[in-house]
């Protein structure tokens, strides 16, 4: 059988590339080391473009808003639920805090049009800020025009915010520990940093991209399965692949086990970057091998799930009572260890309830079941968790890891120095938690 | 810190009448042992010339990948080497401008010495990631002397007690002197019939006793950094830092420059798999090198006129100078070049320099050179001429 492209990973980003290049007349084959699909469901914002290019609406795509959207327990009992109405937010908020209410729809507008540029600059290409050519600098020119025409207030916020940290940005308009503490656990999602690190206001705010207003939890869907449905493209599971290259040019894959090998003249990967390019190390130059190997993914979160008969009436539930709880949780996991206390928070999502834990690093997770099923007042059976050695995103949202610094400085448009060889996953623009948007952005730069 | 002295300094110390010392690499070798080079200079044409090149980085490279790895950086091809065989090559970055230039010495299937000018540890171990090699430093625990000249070989075969006619150039051997393991190569900076022997540090002086005893006979000489100089520049050889910058020490684009345009594209593989700079290089290749690497020759008549004008016979540098030297057109307005080391060839009685030149400047264009003239600036005329200006029949035979 003759490819014209294989795709490594069936996860969004992988079938979204794989399906981009097949619409393109490819044919196409995805190679996805798991024997079957990860039935956990996909968090985060789909972006309309990829719904709309591959008809996933007719697909069986769901897409879960849930309303509340969050439920926090509060200190004196009873619970903090904001809607996706901002006037039933307020009114919630009020119970706790009048001060907070009254700040709740300026602080929702306000980061619902900073992560509105977020979202234009993540539907396209990082801007490549070496280019002397024209079209580049025009685009770059016409996104400073856009963020300038959305007035004074959000040039100022984004210069200022984006480096902030997250404690910093909460503490300048909230009161309410509750309040900050659900908030404050976005900007340290899947991030060794606590929220008095900079730049986890970013963090807040790319996870707020796609979200409507005053909603701070991305979505959450069956994307991958929904992909997993389509015709068009041949995957073949339960085979770890690795690139095969020489002479700088990628000529296919070969799989692990069976020793196999897979010709195609184009290789797309949407395995974290390091995985794929260090075995490739031969064909690089040494400077680029080395930003490969240093690329921050610390694993930091546990994923799983919670056996609850029956299903929490709840669907999100946050365990962040402040911002201080978050950032002691992330304390013990700078030195290595698991959080004595978690930040937890639990997802219900078509009848599976699932478990997001942090922060949890690569090592031995001794007591770990049992202090955050004592956290959620269930028995330590009812828990099940998979500690992630390294970050779901292949790659941390930090600073120095965005735009056209990733996944490494000077190689943001999803190719590699090796010639028929690029990089679709979430280590590329813009990064995790936005299924489907690396995938898109990489096949249309293939194409 | 001071410098430190190399393992043969108990014998070359005594031997600095006017202790003219150099700094290579961290140590002081001599710039010449008597007052004068000339004797040394022409022991390495005339008789043979001993000269501590222990300074060299070297580094051993060995194990399954070792020559995967050396092919990786360098842009000879390792691989095809057989082993007994010495290969000088340069290496370069991703853009294929030069690094540094050294040799590889193939001393068995999986083991490697390579020499280098600048400290190259660290550059290796960034290459080797996923490769099964281990790369050890041995520039303190090995110690080197150079032997050159006509009867280099009649000494190191009394020396050795073996016949070492089979001894190709740019081949090397393991031998014994004097019950002391060697390696002897048939390499050298000099462009003469000569020599290198690498020796364990500790047996250092040992060695340097044998050769002196077995060669006073044949005239051997030690000689130091002013004499190499000389016949260096006859031989068309360039010196980092003198005639090209590391690409890692430019500090502009335009210090930094290609094998191809020093007259190294002999040494750019063609059939091997990726290399730093492989690309660059190719490219370059197929558009033409913007530069050459020449010799120039500086006419007599013209330097004894610029002298006569001032009422003098024509003066010589009295040593190699390595200074850069602007070279002009004939008409002596349009630059079109420059010189980076030149000096007075005693055995081809040349005034001769090495020059960075536009590579459209064929061999025999008539060029100026910059020079100075009693204080003044004047432009002296020389010819383009192919390198090595001296390449006796000896130097491969």
Same mark, same amino acid.
């Given at each position: 059988m003759k490819y014209d492209a294989i795709v490594i990973g069936a996860g969004a980003n992988g079938l979204v590339t794989a399906h981009y290049l097949a619409r393109a007349g490819k044919r196409v084959l995805v190679v996805e080391q798991h024997p079957s699909a990860d039935p956990s469901a996909d968090v985060g914002w789909i972006p309309a473009a990829v719904m709309r290019d591959l008809r996933l609406a007719g697909s069986g795509l769901r897409i879960d808003e849930p309303d509340p959207w969050i439920t926090a327990p509060l200190p004196a009992g009873g619970t903090l639920e904001l809607s996706r109405d901002i006037a039933r937010s307020t009114e919630a908020i009020r119970r706790i805090s009048p001060a907070d209410a009254g700040k709740w729809p300026e602080f929702c507008r306000r980061m619902r049009s900073l992560a509105g540029v977020l979202e234009r600059l993540y539907l396209v290409p990082p801007p490549d800020i070496e280019s002397n050519d024209v079209r580049e600098l025009t685009r770059i020119a016409g996104l400073g025009l856009y963020v300038r025409r959305l007035g004074k207030q959000t040039v100022i916020d984004l210069a200022r915010i984006l480096p902030m940290s997250i404690a910093e940005l909460l503490d300048d308009w909230f009161e309410s520990d509750v309040l900050k503490g659900l908030l404050g656990a976005l900007g340290v999602w899947h991030l060794k940093q606590g929220p008095r690190s900079g730049g986890t206001a970013f963090n807040f705010l790319h996870h707020h991209a796609g979200s409507p207003i005053g909603v701070f939890r991305p979505a959450r869907s069956n994307i991958t399965q929904a992909l997993s449905k389509l015709p068009g493209v041949e995957v073949r599971r339960g085979a770890r692949a690795m690139v095969l290259a020489r002479n700088g040019t990628a000529t296919g894959v070969v799989l692990e086990k069976s020793g196999e090998t897979i010709e195609a003249p184009l290789v797309a990967s949407s395995a974290p970057p390091r995985a794929t390019l260090q075995p490739l190390a031969i064909e690089l130059y040494p400077d680029f091998a080395r930003a490969v190997g240093n690329i921050k993914a610390r694993g930091v979160v546990a994923r799983g799930t919670l056996t609850l008969e029956p299903p929490p009436a709840y669907s999100t539930l946050c365990i962040a009572p402040s911002l201080d709880y978050l950032e002691r949780a992330y304390d013990d996991a700078k030195y290595g260890k698991d959080s004595t206390a978690p930040y937890v928070e639990v997802q219900r999502t078509d009848g599976r309830v699932e478990v997001h834990v942090q922060f949890v690093p690569p090592g031995t997770h001794g007591g770990l079941a049992e202090r955050v099923a004592q956290i959620l007042n269930v028995r330590p059976n009812q828990v099940e968790l998979q500690p992630a050695e390294e970050s779901l995103y292949h790659g941390e949202l930090t600073l120095d890891q965005i735009l056209f610094m990733r996944p490494v400085p000077g190689w943001s448009r999803y190719r590699t120095p090796i010639e028929g060889l690029y990089l679709c996953g979430s280590g590329t623009h813009p990064g995790g938690g936005i299924p489907g948007a690396a995938g898109r952005n990489a096949a249309r730069e293939i194409l | 810190m001071s410098l430190r002295t190399t393992p043969f300094h108990p014998r070359t110390g005594p031997l600095s009448e006017g202790q003219a010392w150099r700094r290579w690499?961290?140590?002081?070798?001599?710039?010449?042992?008597?007052?004068?080079? +000339?004797?040394?200079?022409? !022991?390495?044409?005339?008789?043979?010339?001993?000269?501590?090149?222990?300074?060299l980085y070297k580094y051993l490279v060995t194990g399954r990948d070792a020559a995967r790895l050396l092919d990786h950086v360098v842009t000879r091809n390792v691989g095809k080497a057989k082993v007994g065989q010495v290969l000088y090559t340069p290496w370069c970055d991703n853009e294929g401008k030069q690094i540094d230039d050294g040799t590889i010495?193939?001393? /068995?299937?999986?083991?490697?010495?390579?020499?280098?000018?600048?400290?190259?540890?660290?550059?290796?171990?960034?290459?080797?990631?996923?490769? +099964?090699?281990?790369?050890?430093?041995?520039?303190?625990?090995?110690?080197?002397?150079?032997?050159?000249?006509?009867?280099?070989?009649?000494i190191l075969q009394l020396a050795a007690e073996r016949d070492l006619s089979a001894l190709k150039y740019f081949r090397l051997t393991s031998a014994k002197i004097r019950g002391i393991p060697v390696t002897i190569s048939r390499t050298g900076y000099t462009g003469d019939l000569g020599f290198e022997v690498w020796v364990d540090a500790s047996q250092a002086v040992p060695l340097w006793d044998a050769l002196i005893e077995t060669g006073t006979p044949y005239g051997i000489t030690p000689a130091g950094m002013l004499a190499l100089d000389v016949a260096r520049i006859e031989a068309g050889l360039l010196l980092i830092e003198v005639d090209y910058f590391s690409s890692r020490h430019a500090l502009i684009e335009a210090q930094k420059s290609s094998p191809l345009e020093l007259g190294l594209g002999?040494?750019?593989?063609?059939?091997?798999?990726?290399?730093? &700079?492989?690309?660059?290089? +190719?490219?370059?290749?197929?558009?033409?090198?913007?530069?050459?690497?020449? /010799?120039?020759?500086? +006419?007599?008549?013209?330097?004894?006129?610029?002298? !006569?004008?001032?009422?003098?016979?024509?003066?010589?540098?009295?040593?190699?100078?390595?200074?850069?030297?602007?070279?002009?057109?004939?008409?002596?307005?349009?630059?079109?070049?420059?010189?980076?080391?030149?000096?007075?060839?005693?055995?081809?009685?040349?005034?001769?320099?090495?020059?960075?030149? &536009?590579?459209?400047?064929?061999?025999g264009t008539e060029v100026r050179m910059e020079l100075t003239v009693e204080h003044r600036r004047k432009q002296a005329q020389a010819h383009v001429t192919p390198l090595p200006f001296f390449n006796p029949e000896r130097k491969r035979a």
């Open positions: - | 690499a961290g140590y002081v070798v001599a710039s010449a042992y008597e007052l004068s080079h +000339d004797r040394e200079y022409h !022991a390495i044409r005339n008789s043979a010339a001993l000269f501590d090149v222990s300074p010495s193939v001393l /068995g299937e999986q083991t490697f010495r390579m020499t280098s000018a600048d400290p190259t540890l660290r550059w290796l171990h960034l290459n080797s990631s996923g490769l +099964d090699v281990t790369i050890q430093d041995v520039s303190e625990t090995t110690a080197a002397v150079s032997l050159q000249g006509p009867s280099s070989r009649e002999w040494t750019v593989a063609t059939d091997k798999a990726r290399y730093n &700079g492989q690309a660059a290089l +190719d490219a370059e290749r197929t558009r033409g090198p913007a530069w050459q690497f020449t /010799g120039l020759t500086v +006419d007599w008549d013209s330097l004894e006129q610029l002298y !006569a004008e001032v009422g003098l016979p024509p003066r010589l540098p009295s040593q190699a100078w390595r200074t850069s030297v602007p070279i002009y057109d004939r008409s002596g307005n349009k630059q079109l070049g420059y010189a980076t080391s030149g000096g007075w060839s005693p055995l081809l009685k040349r005034y001769m320099a090495l020059a960075h030149l &536009g590579s459209e400047h064929a061999p």
